[in-house]
């Protein structure tokens, strides 16, 4: 569910959609990590100035915990 709101959210932002990927990690039963792999070019643009935009997107999933009491690290990635 995370995963698929990040996706459909990013491709609104950035340049290159189709090169979007997502990896979810489970560290433990109460805590994952979601790397958004995006273009070099869109990274800038997913973080925000001074980190605004990837702010206010952890801020969306940090509600989400309503319904799942996962907590969640996002982080923004240039694919390689």
Known sequence: ?????????AKLIVDFPEKIDIKRKHIDD???E????VDPVD?????GKNGKLINAIKTVIM???VKDATSYRITVK???
């Not at 569910?1 to 959210?9: G, H, K, Q, T």
């Not at 990274?43 to 973080?47: M, S, W």
């Open 63 to 65: 509600a989400y915990k």
């Open 30 to 32: 109460n805590f994952a």
């Open 1 to 9: 569910m995370v995963e698929n709101f990040l996706r459909e959210y």
């Open 34 to 37: 979601i790397v958004i792999y």
């Open 43 to 47: 990274t800038g643009k997913l973080i």
């Open 78 to 80: 240039a694919i390689e």
